[in-house]
């Protein structure tokens, strides 16, 4: 059945923006191959920093050893991947759509093959022995009835604390390792006039990370799965107690935290106007970016929480039904999947590469210490990360989030957070 939406202002908007963009980054690759070559388009929300510079690298990968096959960079911003999404929806219901896409690994992405749109991937994990060397929970976000829906390219990391390092030295804090430190380090700071904690959710998504960093703290990996699956109900103890944690937590914020987005609040950390941020480790790829070292300039530490725990976000390629170079998209999809366009991008992007048979010598200090943690910490697919529930759910979740940092009413907050509940349970 397929997704039946109206067209909105924002995929009109989004529309104009994705031709604008794909027309730029054409420009600056300079590999245009003329009319004899195919075009192909990726569909990304790649377009701040690190992220950006991971995208063009493997494009410029690619083009190197494919001439004759041109893929145009067709990255909207904005709303943490939401405006890319609405183009997404508009052109695959118009039949006209990208050779490739991006979308969170599991339900963001399977929505598209409920709908009717996308075209199985097994054949290529079986030619290319990918099987063997992708996570078998990986494999599994992104299949339906045996058969495979999506290409894992990273795993990211939602819950950590970015901090500025000179900053912490030069005032002689230590990051946190529970929150009555995290509060005792954010008293200190705004006594000498630094924004303890940079927020921008001018996207309700990022405060929605947040909240979800200090539900683990509070309820575990398990019992923070429980509630996104529908198991529990949001008026426990335990929740209320986080709703509080969290209140607490927005009054060390930035004022204009409405308006900003998660790299405006970045360049907060940056600039030392703010010493903390709590965002996902693509932040690590943004740093870098702006030539801030790790260990150097900044620094990191997992969000307090009682058990070592490893918040999964998975950006996941699909490639659509009747698209009009199937075979030329389908080497694309190859050469994504292979060793060099994972270290490639990986690198730049700040994430770990979703291949276990990538070699992380070359990676950064940020990059390798992630992977030791993926191999030993509590694993949990974040909510905020896109792959716990279906999006409808999340939405619901970011509506919720959205009028609580406003008006601060806990009781309505809890009340809202079950009525979107209801959409996983049905009651």
Not at 102 to 130: C, F, M, V
Not at 178 to 196: M, R, W
Not at 379 to 406: C, Q, R, W
Request: glycine fraction near 8%.
């Amino acid at each position: 059945m397929k997704l039946v939406k109206k067209l909105s202002i924002l995929a009109l908007f989004s529309i104009m923006l994705s031709t604008i963009l794909a027309a730029c980054n054409t420009e600056e690759t300079g590999k245009d191959t003329g009319s004899s070559g195919t075009k192909l388009e990726i569909l990304s929300w790649w377009t701040a920093g690190g992220e950006a510079e991971a995208l063009n690298a493997v494009l410029d990968g690619f083009a190197e050893t494919n001439p004759d096959i041109k893929v145009e960079n067709a990255a909207v911003a904005g709303g943490a991947g939401a405006n890319s999404q609405a183009v997404l929806s508009t052109r695959l219901q118009g039949g006209d759509p990208p050779a490739v896409f991006q979308a969170q690994g599991g339900p963001d992405l399977l929505r598209w093959h409920d709908a009717g749109y996308l075209d199985s991937l097994t054949k290529i994990y079986e030619e290319n022995g990918w099987l063997e060397v992708f996570p078998e929970e990986l494999i599994k976000m992104n299949t339906v009835d045996g058969e495979i829906y999506g290409l894992p390219l990273n795993i990211h990391r939602n819950n950590v604390i970015w901090y500025n390092k000179k900053v912490f030295d030069d005032n002689g804090l230590e990051p946190p390792k529970n929150f009555d430190e995290f509060f005792e380090v954010a008293e200190t700071l705004k006594e000498k006039g630094i924004t303890p904690l940079a927020l921008g959710d001018k996207n309700p998504r990022w405060a929605t990370l947040v909240f979800e960093t200090i539900l683990l703290d509070k309820l575990g990996a398990d019992g923070t799965s429980e509630l996104w699956t529908g198991e529990v109900d949001f008026d426990t103890p335990e929740v209320r107690e986080a709703v509080k944690t969290f209140e607490k937590l927005l009054s060390y914020t930035n004022e204009n935290h409405s308006a900003l987005d998660w790299q405006d609040a970045a360049e907060l950390v940056v600039s030392g106007k703010a010493a903390m941020q709590i965002m996902g480790d693509w932040q690590s790829g943004f740093f870098e970016s702006k030539n801030m070292e790790p260990n150097v300039d900044y620094g990191w530490v997992q969000t307090p929480s009682k058990e070592k725990v490893f918040s999964i976000v998975n950006d996941s390629m699909g490639m659509p039904k009747d698209i009009s170079n199937p075979e030329e998209a389908r080497k694309f999809v190859e050469y994504l999947g292979s060793t060099e366009a994972m270290k490639n991008f990986n690198i730049k992007k700040g994430s770990i590469p979703a291949r276990t048979d990538v070699d992380m010598s070359e990676f950064g200090e940020y990059s390798k210490a992630a992977a030791e943690d993926f191999k030993e910490a509590k694993l949990y697919v974040g909510l905020a990360g896109g792959s716990a529930t279906p999006a409808g759910h999340i939405a619901k979740v970011d509506e919720a989030m959205n009028i609580f940092v406003t008006q601060k009413d806990v009781d309505s907050f809890i009340d809202s957070l079950n009525q979107a509940r209801s959409l996983i349970t049905g009651n």
